[in-house]
């Protein structure tokens, strides 16, 4: 039996952070970063069975295109991915009311829609980029067992010798996205190998009045090649979306729309029509069947 110190459920039966009770939870997920994002998903939804709010994570349950969904936000960050990750599981696989884990596991399709910043200068702002491949540069991965058995150990050692890693940083892990998922977006957008920072100045080689501890960070993300692989763009979220959905069974994935692009320093304010054809993009793939 799982203790209530490590998985706090509240009076009324939702998991600690997220407010969600088990049966509120869809077997499909989107995950978007900023509160806002989830009203501006649910125009495009039916039947909405509750909105709910508990700090940044703002959720809602309803049906697009007949499908049963949740929309959920996240925050930036990967420690609070982390939160969103291990209590989504929770709902699914652990009966709240036993505090047991569940003997027939349910795999969630999760699919992060997120806005980004081109490391390379061929990828134009407004495209649409799915993380085929995450890289972690937070450490968050590290603090769980066993690794290495889902991470892509010889593209690891590549990155560290080819950029000169600092020592005084986490080790970077690469994670492959899920592959049902990865296969749902093959043919609408760009194949990307996306860097998750742990910030959004100094971790993505941005300069204001701190120097940075790899000064040419930038140039040597933009030149690592390995095995037909590139870094092509930044965010702040899917590796640890990609790496605890690996760890879990789940399908998971993370898709940007270009807002920036570090290498010609060039960015689109009116980015949000963008965004929003890439939610209906989004929402179209998730829920097409199989």
């Known amino acids: 039996m799982i203790p209530e110190s490590e998985l706090i459920i509240n009076d009324d039966g939702s998991v600690f952070h ?50 049963r969904l949740t929309v959920l936000s996240t925050g930036i960050g990967t420690d609070n991915i982390d939160i969103v990750m291990n209590e989504l599981d929770a709902l699914a696989n652990i009966d709240f009311a036993t505090r047991e884990i569940k003997p027939e596991k349910k795999s969630l399709d999760i699919l992060r829609i997120g806005t980004s910043g081109a490391i390379q200068p061929d990828i134009p702002l407004g495209s649409f980029v799915f993380a085929h491949v995450s890289v972690g540069c937070d450490g968050l991965l590290n603090w769980y067992a066993d690794r290495d058995a889902i991470a892509m150990p010889g ?122 054809k890439l939610v209906e993009l989004a929402l179209a793939k998730l829920t097409a069947d199989e």
Not at 19 to 26: D, G, K, N, Q
Not at 187 to 193: E, L, S, Y
Request: with cysteine; hydrophobic share 35%.
């Open 155 to 276: 593209i690891e050692e590549a990155f560290k010798k080819h950029t000169g890693w600092n020592r005084h940083l986490p080790d970077p892990y690469f994670v492959r996205a899920g592959k049902r998922m990865s296969e749902k977006f093959m043919d609408c957008t760009i194949k990307g190998m996306t860097i998750a920072a742990s910030g959004f100045y100094g971790p993505q080689g941005r300069v204001l009045r701190m120097p940075l501890a790899m000064p040419d960070m930038l140039e040597t993300f933009e030149t690592f090649r390995y095995d037909g692989w590139r870094v092509t763009n930044f965010e702040m979220e899917g590796s640890a979306i990609a790496g605890i959905a690996a760890h879990l069974g789940h399908n998971a994935g993370t898709v940007c729309c270009i807002i920036a692009n570090r290498h010609l320093k060039s960015s689109n304010p009116d980015y949000k029509p963008a965004v929003r």
């Open 18 to 67: 997220l407010h969600i009770r088990p049966e509120e939870l869809a077997d499909k997920v989107i995950l978007v970063g900023d509160p806002g994002r989830v009203d501006m998903i649910s125009e495009y939804m039916q039947d909405i069975e509750f909105r709910r709010q508990s700090r940044e994570f703002v959720s809602l349950t309803g049906k697009y295109a007949g499908k």
